[in-house]
Nanobody, 120 residues
Framework: VQLVESGGGLVQPGGSLTLSCATSGFTFSSYAMSWYRQAPGKERELVAVIPRAGGSGPIYYADSVKGRFTIARVNAKNTVYLQMNSLKPEDTAVYYC????????????WGQGTQVIVSS
């Protein structure tokens, strides 16, 4: 399994970024997919979850990002995205993707993540 996150960077408060996670080694369309983030000195936090292809569950967003972030997937590309708008300094973290099942991540081997820094 490979999870390759990209798209992070330095952005000013109020700005936008789109993160991508290219995956391989598993049947992407069969899994719900998630984005997590980890800020310095803090535990990894679930940010958003999108159901598997054809799944009936709702899209989940953490309260802290609801209305600002949008998760999406393109099954033909085995890729999941996170559109982040109205970024705040507290969004600064390393962002990771993973498959999601039963309220937790599936793959113990995480990607390298992509760093997002929100600062003026």
């Amino acid at each position: 399994v490979q999870l390759v996150e990209s798209g992070g960077g330095l952005v000013q408060p109020g700005g936008s970024l789109t993160l991508s996670c290219a995956t391989s080694g598993f049947t992407f369309s069969s899994y719900a997919m998630s984005w997590y983030r980890q800020a310095p000195g803090k535990e990894r936090e679930l940010v958003a979850v999108i159901p598997r292809a054809g799944g009936s569950g709702p899209i989940y967003y953490a309260d802290s990002v609801k209305g600002r972030f949008t998760i999406a997937r393109v099954n033909a590309k085995n890729t999941v995205y996170l559109q982040m708008n109205s970024l705040k300094p507290e969004d600064t973290a390393v962002y990771y993707c993973n498959a999601q099942r039963s309220g937790s991540w599936v793959f113990g081997s995480w990607g390298q993540g992509t760093q997002v820094i929100v600062s003026s």
